[in-house]
């Protein structure tokens, strides 16, 4: 299958809810994941382990759902429910649907900037974040 045209999108790592990238196996990613009752994996594989683990895929008390349009991608997740879908159609149905009223996420705090005045490697890394 050819790659769909929002597996070329990603989330914006600059987006104050971006939360960083997953580890590559499974008990670091259990323990991220730890209070989240639903877990939705857009045109992606459900995870993608690098190191042999032990244990289960999501937290305890937590759902996943995973759209896809790679029939492949959908056989090899190891749990959850896999729904191949064309994933524009997929997703906008998602955001069509009426949920629940929640609270929204709390949005991580940004370090403060480092002023210019002098080099440090604090300055470097955000102006290379920047």
Known sequence: MGESPLLAQQFPE???????????DREPIVARLEGCDLILVLGAPVFTYHV?????HVPKDASLVQLTDDPSAAARAAVGLSIVTDL????RALLAAEAPARPSPAIRARAPRVPPDRLTDRYLLQQIAA
């Open 14 to 24: 600059q987006h104050p809810l971006f939360a960083g990238f997953l580890p590559a």
């Open 52 to 56: 042999e683990g032990h244990g289960p």
């Open 88 to 91: 524009k159609l997929g997703i």
